[in-house]
C-alpha cells in the first residue's frame, strides 16, 4: 500500500496502484508526496502509527479532535469508528482534526478486517 500526501492524505492498497495521482482521483491528496509501504507493515500498524500521530500533533484546543484523536485507537467496532471519524471531521475546529479521518477511511474501507479485529 501507500500513503499519498502524509499522515493526513490518502492510503491507496496496492490493488489500486493504478489509480491517476490527480487531486480529482484522490481528493485530499495534498502535496501527494508518496511513502510505499511493503508487505511487512500491515494496515494495523499504518493505523496504530496515525493515531499515534494524530494524538501526538493535535493542539487540543478543540473536543473533536483531542478527545477523538485519543479515542481512535479504542474503537472496535466499526460503526463506533465511523461515527468518531464523522465528529473529528465535521466537529474539528482546523485542518488537522478535519483531515485526520481521510487515510483512515481508506484504511477502513480497504483493510476493515485489519482494523477492527473483534
Ligand atoms: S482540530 Fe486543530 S484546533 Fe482542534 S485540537 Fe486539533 S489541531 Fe487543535
Redesign the pocket.
Known amino acids: 500500500m501507500a500513503l499519498v500526501g502524509g499522515p493526513m492524505g490518502r492510503v491507496v492498497p496496492a490493488s489500486r496502484f493504478d489509480t491517476p495521482l490527480s487531486y480529482e482521483a484522490l481528493p485530499g491528496m495534498g502535496h501527494a508526496g508518496i511513502v510505499v509501504l511493503d508487505d511487512s507493515v500491515s494496515a494495523a500498524a499504518l493505523a496504530q502509527h496515525l493515531y499515534a500521530f494524530a494524538v501526538a500533533?493535535?493542539?487540543?484546543?478543540?473536543?473533536?479532535?483531542?478527545v477523538g484523536?485519543a479515542q481512535l485507537a479504542r474503537c472496535r467496532d466499526r460503526a463506533a469508528l465511523e461515527r468518531l471519524l464523522d465528529t473529528?471531521e465535521l466537529g474539528?475546529?482546523?485542518?488537522?482534526?478535519?483531515g485526520v479521518p481521510r487515510p483512515l477511511r481508506d484504511l477502513l474501507a480497504a483493510f476493515p478486517e485489519e482494523l477492527l479485529p473483534c
Open positions: 500533533e493535535s493542539c487540543g484546543s478543540c473536543t473533536p479532535c483531542r484523536s473529528m474539528s475546529l482546523c485542518g488537522f482534526g478535519q
